[in-house]
């Protein structure tokens, strides 16, 4: 039987630590998006501010709804945001040669985003439904094969590496809480391995294979390396302290495209150095052990690979992305958590970290 609990309940169990962990990495996203869009400074920082206030009022409303409700309609979730995937294939809009966006007037919706979540539920849903006693074996990873397969083709036909990129990993983050057997993660990633070359053959766009091979030989291809070049040489000018705010030579001279959506953190390293680096992956940090410690004390496999879902959202894109600027990894197009530009994504991490909230509440109820 589901508890349902007042206001005044939920507001005494909320995990507050997570709310201010929350609320810090969204400040100091703010603050770097007021650096970096000096052209359009008002209108992209009142959109933001826009969405992050619609992210907060999400985070709170999906805390105060018991997440085994949640879990009643995660299929129902799944096939609306297939359906969604597949309708902008159709009808998206077009840019730069892609198809992943709605065009929604002033602002656009990139359905893949929310994905993430709607397949962290789904996974989430299908394990706990179906618990094993001596651990999953291939036989029982195809249904949750079938469920991050078909987003991940969709999301790859878009083109759009970067996402599709990261629910396969949020896919293998989940599936950590599935009890696999040694045999089945060895075959699992012997299919990941036979699965590289058609992808880089038959799924992967010449532009995106491009971006791979400059990143191991940058002479090959210098105006596509250009770009994380210009973004390593920002993160080490900006040395122990930094330059001050608004006073790096990224923002007054534009040598980055895409400073506040793909290379925020270029942006933060070069205006705050190695201290503020610090506080942004401390925050992060915090964030993501957090996320793991409710997951820890979860009453049920659905709450534990939800927070285990949410967690590895914020750990892969934040690893890529700093990745992307450092050189470590080729530039995918994967967002900076609640630090770049950006409606839709925004709005995926406050849902899923709501999500945790909801758990969190909800260790000790029933």
């Known amino acids: 039987m589901l ?16 709310v201010l962990g929350t609320l810090v990495v969204v400040f100091l996203g703010l603050v770097n998006l007021w650096g970096s869009v000096k052209d359009q400074q008002y209108l992209l ?12 009022v999400l985070f709170f409303v999906i805390a105060s709804i018991d997440y085994r409700i949640i879990a009643r309609y995660a299929y129902v979730l799944y096939g609306g945001g297939a359906l969604l995937l597949v309708a902008v294939l159709l009808a998206g809009k077009m840019v ?9 007037g002033p602002s656009h919706f990139q359905p893949s985003e929310i994905m993430k979540v709607v397949v962290i539920l789904a996974l989430g849903k299908y394990l706990n439904d179906t618990p094993v006693l001596e651990g999953r074996t291939l036989r ?10 078909v987003p991940f083709l969709l999301i790859a036909a878009q083109p759009d590496l970067g996402t599709a990129m990261m629910v396969a990993l949020i896919f293998l983050s989940v599936m950590i809480t599935a009890r696999l057997r040694v045999k089945t993660m060895l075959g699992l990633a012997a299919l990941a391995l036979l ?10 766009h010449d532009y995106q294979r491009s971006r791979v091979l400059a990143f191991i030989n940058p002479a090959l291809d210098p105006a596509t390396a250009w770009q994380p070049r210009q973004a390593m040489n920002a993160v080490g000018s900006g040395r122990f302290i930094g330059k001050g705010f608004l006073e790096g030579n990224q923002i007054r001279l534009r040598n980055l495209p895409a400073l506040w959506t793909d290379f925020p953190f270029a942006v933060w390293a070069e205006e705050w ?6 506080v942004m992956l401390g925050a992060y940090t915090f964030l993501i052990m957090r996320a793991l410690r409710v997951a820890s004390e979860a009453r049920d496999r659905f709450g534990a690979a939800v927070c285990v879902g949410a967690a590895a959202i914020m750990f892969w894109q934040v690893t890529v992305n700093i990745g992307m600027v450092t050189g470590v990894l080729p530039v995918v197009g994967v967002t900076l958590p609640l630090v770049s530009y950006g409606g839709s994504s925004i ?12 758990v969190s509440v909800r260790r000790y109820a029933y």
């Open 3 to 18: 508890k349902v609990f007042s206001w005044r309940k939920l507001v005494f169990r909320f995990d507050w630590t997570l």
């Open 45 to 56: 920082f009142a959109r933001q501010l826009s969405w992050v206030g619609l992210g907060l």
């Open 96 to 104: 730069a040669g892609a198809r992943r966006w709605f065009d929604l």
């Open 140 to 149: 029982h990873l195809a249904m949750p094969v079938v469920i991050v397969g």
């Open 195 to 204: 699965a590289a070359a058609p992808i880089w053959e038959y799924v992967l």
């Open 273 to 278: 150095g190695f201290l503020g680096c610090l």
């Open 347 to 358: 709005l995926t991490v406050l849902v899923s970290l709501g999500l945790v909230m909801n």
